[in-house]
Every structure is written in structure tokens, then in C-alpha cells.
């Protein structure tokens, strides 16, 4: 429980209408966009400006009393959810776009803008923002760079960390960071801006960020090659990439992911398929139209059952938009849905998909499998429901094998969606005790009194281990 | 001094011949590619392994021994002066190129591979490994990674940093951290990866990189444009940018860097000029030929005199070379080179090369600007005697007033040479107090001993900071 004298200093630091504390308006803070994970907090405040935040971060430090910043709670891994109650912070008034620099190509926001309105911001100048998480018409930017967001465009434009040229992040001792700057060269002292993209929220408040920019590409193409195995999509993949073409965008649905798509979309996807890979290209006109036919007639030399290249720029549009529905589509199908997000070398894609559907075999699971094929970034997503214990424990086991299987083959526990509180128990797979260990130095040496997102990344025992 | 018993106990780590312990051995570890900076170490060390690496960390820590981990010594900060004594640790039997992964496009390496030698290894490939730091025919990767090094092609396809897809790090505990691996997506924890890069050996000793490669782009043409006043040149990098192109390169040279690369190079530069642009582009042959179009146009209405195309790729390479040659040509002028490292935002390169203009005339310098013009990354080279005591000081002077200028233009105090010894009187006007604060919070985290290269990065205050 707060303290009367603490929720009254934080009231005065916002102004009380910045400050929610009835149970009713907590409830929807309590979690984020992942089904399992669920904890109220004691109280929600917007802060105005970074002046506000250093005091509120004061009186935290004081009483000891944690800290959870959070975006739309769009994330997927539970990161937002505020295990220890304490505080979840919004920045709802903190998401201005503040500068558009024409002439270095960024973009200079606050955290709270919504990442679709970045690029509604620029539209008109040529340029883009090439990061596009699939939940960018509600997530915000603060929350893509905490979770170091991916999406559809990550195979040639890379993911966010690629396009935060700097950033104006608070410390939990009221230290100011300026990091990096509108430069695209800059290794003066450590990266301390790549070390907060990702941190989820737990090494400082981030309170301003510069976006790098890029020229639009002249225009794009969209083809569809569809299979009779996994096996030969997947392996599609890897010859597409041998054959020295970068495609923006290289997607895999099973079959599974397809007739959901199809069922909710209707765009004409082949629901007979085994699998499908759905790819996209930019540029320079000549250059797309060459990459494309290579890429058709490797897919059909990888027997592909069938390649359909998109007649313009608006049906390319519409399969991609479809695309993007996979996850509410799949939704639909059972009660809940558990989305994983599992990343390989893109050499063991096959492998991986293969091995996913043993298991789902093997605990009886219905689980269908889409994602970004070209960066080997796999969501395999379990249609379940929350309330049958029996299976939701037969989905850990299930996804235990999934994980360990996917550290075998070189792979990391999460690709995009980050570590949260799901992907937690699988965190040292991947980081060995070294890695967990050197994580946890910088988080004790950043946040000593750990109420930044505690309990999140490092595990319960960040301030405890030898 | 050394103790006997640890100079027994370091050899029958790595065999007597691996140490080397001779003053006259030893001179040539005492200085790197900057002039000003010298001393001593008291042993160098070249081991075979990292479970050698290992043995002697322990040794270290014990001892209070500093370690300098030193790739060819090309850099050009004074980064891997041992200003400690110590040990100097040499990568010179641990250079193998361990895997050429060609469906995964990497290529994994130990830490004393030449740089050169990996676009060497895999030229038959098709594939290229972008990073082109000036040095790269004698620096090593190693190297290379603790500088994050740059090179002529960053503004395309960026720095090292964009080009580590793990690493493999011996902390100064022992600890072995493998960060990332060959993935294009890895949200698992903190980017050590990135924190690893541009360190400058003070975190950890690399011991292992997984690097990203890329398919060789189709072709290249390179042109120069040529201006009557610097202004006029930098303006035309600007509106290059603005035209929506990102050309592979886009080098600027004044009138002395021209005058010094001709005389030394003869491949027929306009020594009358004030200032040139040298721009290469590649990719398809379509898209280069529309860009270099609308390059040259721009340029002529941004008022050069004159505007050249390579007549063929051979001949774009041989001024690429002649480039190249701009630090050697200008260190023949006098005794002494003293090479800088201001980072500008692009748009404010005219009002950097012309306060470095005013600067030398105020201080009465002989000081040559060429670089990267793309980046903002521009190398004030000052041309002048070590032994002028007089001159140095108003070197110094100057430099400082260069640097205060570059910060106020929302710059950096070095964009690709690192921190070292020279920048680090610099430092704090880039990161501030938080900033230094934050990053010496790191360094004792990860090297609580401060056994790893000590003095640089974080300053001699880094143990006792309040």
C-alpha cells in the first residue's frame, strides 16, 4: 500500500488529474497484451515533462517503490505488468513530435507518440520511418524502443535499435542521459543508446528520442509462392537469401495461419497449401522486377506448387495487410491465444517449423506458425484456452521443448517480443550464467534500488547473487 | 615492476616464447598511430587461446596488473598506450578465420585477423564485409570492433557496430559471455554485443566475432565535383542527402589535403580548387547511373566548377585510392600529423570547416581538412613539429577551440578514432557528468578492479567517483 504522504507528493508533482488510484481505472494496467500475467498496481501517473519524472523518481527511490513505464501495453511478454505494484507510469502527456530535420533526415519525439503517426507525420516529405511493428497503430514509440521492436520490414531495414540515432533518458538517481546525437557516426564513451534499446524499462525512463529517417523507396512488389511441405517453403527461404537478394519483407504462414488469415480476410490465399511464403521487395523499379523473377524462379526450381506475383503496389498492399491480420486471426479460433517467438539461424527454419509441429503433435496442441521467415524470427502460437489447466500445462511443456530445442540450433528464447516475465525461465538458456551475471552488474550498477521494472529481465535474484 | 613469479606464472601460461620482456622488445608497444602519447608496458603477451586469457586475467587481478589488449596499433587516440606498464596483450596467434557460413551470410573470426584478409577470404563468395576503416591492411578486427571503427562507406552501410552479430568476451572475473549469435533478431537480455563495441578494451578482452556480411553490390561509378569555396562543397552534400540519395561515399577534400593527395598520388586532382567532393555509388547499374545523374545536377546548380564521372570502375578505384593516400600525403608535409576526429550533424559541415579555417589562422596552424562529408565525420589534420613546443601549445589551443565548436554544432568529439588518451579531456563536453557518471557505473560493474586498459574511456576518477 502507498502512503498517504507519497500518493499526496506525486498528486503535487502531476496535478491530481494526472494520477489514477481507484481499483476500476488500475484494472487495465494490470496487464499487457500477453494472456498469462496479471498484477494491479497501486497507482498510475502521467508525468508532463522530465522535471516531473526526476521527482517522482525521488520519492520512489525514497520508499522504495517500483517503477513501470508503459506505452499502450501492447507488449507481449508481460513486461509492463507491475509484479511488484508500485507504480505504472504513462506518457500520454509526454507524445509530441518536436522536430522534423529535413536536412539530417530524424525525428525528434517524445515517447508517447504512436508509432503509425510517426510516419503519417512525414508522409508527405519523401521519407519514412522503416520500423513496423505489427502493433503500430496503437503501440508507442517509447514502448518499441524499450522492447526493441522488429516487424515485417526488419529482413532488409533492420528493427528499431537501427533507427535511434539518440536519447534523452532518466536514470533512477535523477541523471539526465543525452545520449548519441544527429550523427551518424558518434563513439564517444559506451553506447549507452543500444544499451537502453531493449532494456524493457529497466536501466532508466526514456524522455525523448531521435529517429533516423530514410528516403521512401521508389516502389515495391509483392509475389506469394505457395507449397506442399514446410520443408520446401523454409528451404525457399535460404535460397532466396544464397541467391544474394535482401527482400524487404519474406513472411512464412502454415497452413494453419492460413486458412485463419483467409477465414478472416478473404483475399484468396491458397488454404489447401501446406505453407506459404509472402514476399515483398523495394526500390528502384528494374531492380525490384529482376529480384523478383530471380526469386520466382527459385521458388519454383524449390518446388513451389505455385508463384503469384501481386499485380500493382495495391494488391501487394492488401496481401500484406492480410498478413498482418495473422495474429487477431488466429485469435479468433480459441479462447486464448499464446504467442511465442522463437529465432533461429535462418539456415534452421525448416528444422525449427518441423520440430514445432512433432510437439504440437506429441502434447496434443493446436498450434500454427507464421513469422518473419527471412530473419529466422518464428511465431509459433498456441490456440488454447486459459481455463483448461490441463492443457495450458501441456502448452509449457510443449514450449520448454520448443525453447530448448530453438538454443540448440543457434536461436535465441525471443526475437522481438522480449524477455518479460515469459520468456524469463528461458533467459539463462540463452545467456548462460556469465551472461545473466553481467546483465545483472549493469542493472545493479544503474538502478541500485532496483524499482526500475523489478523482477523483470535479471530475475528475482538480480540483487541477491554473488 | 613486474614480480618474478608473475612473469613465471604468465610464461608457463603461454610458453616463454609467447612473452616478450626486452626493453628493446617492448619499445614498439609503447605508442600507437598517434604521436603524443607514449609509455612503457612492462611485458607483452600474445596467448593462444581464451582459456589462457583466462589464467592470465586472474593473475592480473590478483596482481593489480593493468592488460592493454592492442590489435596492429594503428589506432589513432593513444587507446592502447599502456599508460600503466603492464601487460600488453597481442592477438597475433589467435588469427583464424574459424567459419565462412554461407547460408547465414557470417563469418566467424578470432581477434587478430587482419581486417583486409576477410574480404580476401571470401571474394570468390559473392559477398563482402562492408567496414573499410583507412587502416584496414594492417589493423586487425579486433581492433577494429573495440574502436567501432568507420571507414569510407559508412554513410551507405554504416560502421562496424552494424556488422557484429555476437561476440565472444572474456570479463576480467574469467566470466566468458557469447552475446547474440547469428541472428538478425535477438531481444534476450541486454545488447552486450553493442556495449562490447567501441569499448576500447576496457570491458572485456574479445576473443571471438560473428560477423554479418552482404551481398557485393552489381557495380560502382564515382565522380568529383569540384568547388570555389568549402561552403559551396558542403552545401552539395546537404542537398544530396535532401535529393533523397545515399550515395556509398562522399569524401571531402580542402584545397591542402587535394594539393598534398595529388603531389603524392598524381592521378590528376584540380590542385587550383578550393574544395572537392569525391562520391561514389553502387548497386544496380540502372539505379547508380539515375543517381550519379542527379548527383552531378546538383552539384553543378549548387555552383562547382566542375563535374567529372569516372569513365569505368578502374578509374573510380584509382581516385578512391588517391583518397585514400590523404593522411600519408599530408603526414609528408611536416614532421608531425596531428589527426582529428570532429562529428558534425551533416547540415553543419560548412560552419565546421570553416571555423577550422579561421582557427588556423588565429593560431597560425598549417591544419588540412579532408573526410567522410556524408557523415558529418570530418578529420581536421594538423601538419606540424613535436619538437616546436610553442606550436604544439597553440595546437592544443586551437584543437580545443575546434572542439568546443563541434559540440555547440550538436556534434561529437570523435566519430570514428575513439576516446584513448586524446579525446578525453573532450569527453565530458559530449556525455556530461551523467553521461560519465553513467559509464564509469559500467566500467566498475563489469571491471570492478579496473585491470582492463585503466585511464582511458571513463578517466583516471573512474574508481572514485563520489
Redesign the interface.
Known amino acids: 500500500m502507498l502512503k498517504e504522504s507519497v500518493i499526496e507528493a506525486i498528486k503535487q508533482i502531476v496535478g491530481s488529474e494526472n494520477v489514477q488510484l481507484e481499483e476500476t481505472d488500475l484494472y487495465a494496467y494490470g496487464y499487457d497484451a500477453s494472456p498469462e500475467f496479471y498484477h494491479l498496481p497501486e497507482m498510475v501517473v502521467a508525468p508532463g515533462s522530465k522535471e516531473e519524472i526526476i521527482q517522482i523518481l525521488a520519492i520512489c527511490r525514497t520508499n522504495h517503490i517500483a517503477i513501470v513505464a508503459r506505452g499502450s501495453g501492447s507488449n507481449l511478454s508481460g513486461g509492463t505488468v507491475p509484479v511488484e505494484g508500485g507504480l505504472v507510469m504513462l506518457f500520454t502527456r509526454m507524445n509530441k513530435i518536436l522536430e522534423f530535420?529535413?536536412?539530417?533526415?530524424t525525428l525528434t519525439v517524445e515517447p508517447g507518440v504512436i508509432t503509425k503517426a510517426i510516419n503519417q507525420h512525414i508522409a508527405a516529405s519523401?521519407?519514412f520511418f522503416p520500423p513496423d511493428p505489427g502493433s503500430m497503430q496503437i503501440s508507442t514509440i517509447g514502448g518499441n524502443i524499450s522492447?526493441?521492436s522488429?516487424g515485417l520490414r526488419?529482413?532488409k531495414y533492420g528493427?528499431i535499435?537501427?533507427y535511434i540515432l539518440g536519447l534523452e533518458v532518466v536514470?533512477s538517481n535523477g541523471?539526465?542521459?543525452?545520449?548519441g546525437?544527429?550523427?551518424?557516426?558518434?563513439?564517444?564513451?559506451?553506447?549507452?543508446t543500444?544499451?537502453m534499446?531493449?532494456?524493457e524499462g529497466t536501466?532508466g525512463i526514456i524522455t525523448k528520442a531521435i529517429l533516423k529517417l530514410?528516403?521512401?523507396p521508389e516502389t515495391n512488389k509483392t509475389m506469394i509462392a505457395t507449397y506442399r511441405s514446410m520443408e520446401a517453403a523454409a528451404q525457399s527461404v535460404?535460397d532466396i537469401?544464397?541467391a544474394?537478394?535482401?527482400p524487404a519483407t519474406m513472411e512464412f504462414l502454415d497452413q494453419v495461419t492460413i486458412k485463419a488469415v483467409e477465414d478472416f480476410a478473404h483475399v484468396g490465399l491458397p488454404t489447401d497449401a501446406a505453407a506459404m511464403l509472402l514476399i515483398q521487395q523495394d526500390?528502384?523499379p528494374?531492380?525490384i522486377d529482376?529480384d523478383i523473377k530471380t526469386m520466382a524462379k527459385v521458388c519454383r526450381d524449390g518446388d513451389a506448387i505455385d508463384v503469384q506475383v501481386a499485380k500493382d503496389e495495391a494488391e501487394g498492399a492488401k496481401l500484406m495487410a492480410a498478413r498482418r491480420t495473422a495474429l487477431s486471426a488466429l485469435a479468433r479460433v480459441k479462447p486464448t491465444t499464446i504467442l511465442e517467438d522463437a529465432?533461429?539461424?535462418?539456415?534452421e527454419i525448416a528444422a525449427l517449423v518441423k520440430f514445432v509441429n512433432e510437439t504440437a503433435k506429441k502434447y496434443n496442441l493446436y498450434i500454427g506458425t507464421f513469422g518473419?521467415a527471412?530473419?529466422?524470427?518464428m511465431h509459433p502460437t498456441c490456440l488454447t484456452d486459459l481455463r483448461d489447466e490441463d492443457e495450458i500445462k501441456r502448452v509449457h511443456l510443449a514450449f520448454d521443448e520448443i525453447y530448448q530445442k530453438t538454443i540448440e540450433l543457434?536461436?535465441?528464447?525471443?526475437?522481438?517480443?522480449?524477455?518479460g516475465l515469459a520468456?524469463l525461465p528461458y533467459?539463462p538458456w540463452?545467456?548462460?550464467?556469465?551472461?545473466?551475471?553481467?546483465?545483472q552488474?549493469?542493472k545493479?550498477?544503474?538502478d541500485p534500488d532496483n524499482i526500475l521494472n523489478p523482477q523483470k529481465?535479471y530475475g528475482e535474484e538480480v540483487m541477491n547473487h554473488d
Open positions: 530535420d529535413k536536412q539530417n533526415l519523401g521519407l522492447e526493441n522488429g526488419a529482413l528493427v535499435k537501427d536514470l541523471d539526465v542521459l543525452q545520449t546525437g544527429k550523427l551518424t557516426k558518434d563513439v564517444a564513451g559506451l553506447d549507452l543500444q544499451l534499446v531493449g532494456s536501466l530514410m528516403p521512401v535460404s537469401i544464397a544474394k537478394i535482401t526500390g528502384h528494374r531492380e529482376e529465432t533461429v539461424p535462418r539456415s518473419h527471412g530473419d529466422g524470427n543457434g536461436g535465441t528464447v525471443t526475437g522481438e517480443h522480449g524477455v520468456k533467459l540463452k545467456l548462460g550464467r556469465a551472461g545473466m551475471r553481467a546483465d552488474a549493469i545493479k550498477a544503474l529481465l
